[in-house]
């Protein structure tokens, strides 16, 4: 089964917990701290595999979760970091935020890597926070949170040419004639439900990957039949091979339908529109063709064509070699520029927001969060190090500016707190 769209979530491992430890031993009545880190959790990467081309493995799996880094304990004893999973994709596989539909990676290569959900680290155990002026720290950190994502793959073959045209034009036919391709054939529309590739070769020695894409109806670009499927995977190639029946067998006009998939291209991607094209004038054996292919040439002098048929060796031959020449002058395209990727921007301690619902005031930031996520509150010292940080912050100061009185709730994720100055 073919599989080039789907939408997992993520879940990367929390990390291990630290420990609140002090040394006792009979020979040592005032051992100091010695509770140990926890260690990180497990990522989540995803991975290049040349040897997959679809994503149906990944297609049972709703949610993905590392596992928790394991947790500090006494005598200075750290927790194990927890093996990051790796997930393997094809060759081509877009992956994106589905929440906000921001590109997070384009992986192209084999074995190329993309670390998606990032473990959380491991909470610092009491010995850590051991200094000059506080020797016996009697709190600890809990592990941080592993990151949660929503994510959508889309997978986009790799091929230099596409095969491109409406249903039953002939582009798997043509597709086997020329490469070690076997794609499945028949006379009805939709034969062709995903894409089926193959490697072209030539008597010299060049070699190229052709494609024959889905086929193309009217209203494509707006999702209409398998329309969104073709014009994903032709976003990839370098020439798009416009397969057109010249013979007009059903009684469709090759102009029109040239001109038809010509305008869902240009309202889907101008990148797809702007891309190099050649005229595949197939089914010339049939009575009409000729007539029409005068038409057609008459209308576009300025388009490259090659006539051919099932039965002509020699015009298919013609036709593999002018693309194989064609392709040695257009450059690798990049599908995604680096402005079309999330950057991630640093963010200092002093980024949150405080708005209001009802009488409660709600706090909302990346670091206040996670602060609060690790903190022990059963450890009076641990809450008094999130008193010392929340003021830190400068959030004490701008709830006071916003109105919050002593004895206000103050909210932070789940927790509901008392406002004190």
Known sequence: MFVDVLTVKLIAGAGGDGCTSFRREWCVPLGGPDGGNGGRGASIIFKVDKNLKTLVDLSYKK???GTKGENGKGSNKYGANQEDIIIRIPEGTTIIDA????????LTQDNEEFIAAKGGRGGRGNKAFATHDAPAPKFSEKGEPGEEKNIRLELKVLADVGLIGMPSVGKSTIL??????????????FTTLSPNLGVVKLKDERRFVMADLPGLIEGASTGVGLGLEFLRHALRTK???HVIDMGASEGRDPIEDYEIIRKEIAKYSVKLQNKKEVIVANKMDLPDAQA???RFQEKYPEKIIYPVNWLDN????????????????????????DSDFKIYKYNDD????ISKDGDVWVVKGKNIEKLLLMTRFEEPEGVERFARKFKGMGIEEALEKKGAKPGDDVQ???YMFTFKN
Do not use: C, Q, R, W
């Not at 929440?99 to 384009?106: F, G, K, P, R």
């Open 63 to 65: 949610i993905i979760k």
């Open 99 to 106: 929440d906000t539909n921001e590109v997070l990676a384009d």
């Open 176 to 189: 086997s004639l020329i490469s070690a391709s076997k794609p499945k054939i028949a006379s009805y529309h």
């Open 239 to 241: 020439i798009l091979a």
């Open 292 to 294: 029409n292919l005068k």
């Open 314 to 337: 020699e015009a298919l031959t013609h036709m593999i070699e002018g693309l194989a020449t064609i392709l040695a002058d257009i450059p690798d395209e990049v599908l995604y520029t």
């Open 350 to 353: 002093n980024d949150f927001e």
């Open 412 to 414: 932070i994720l789940d």
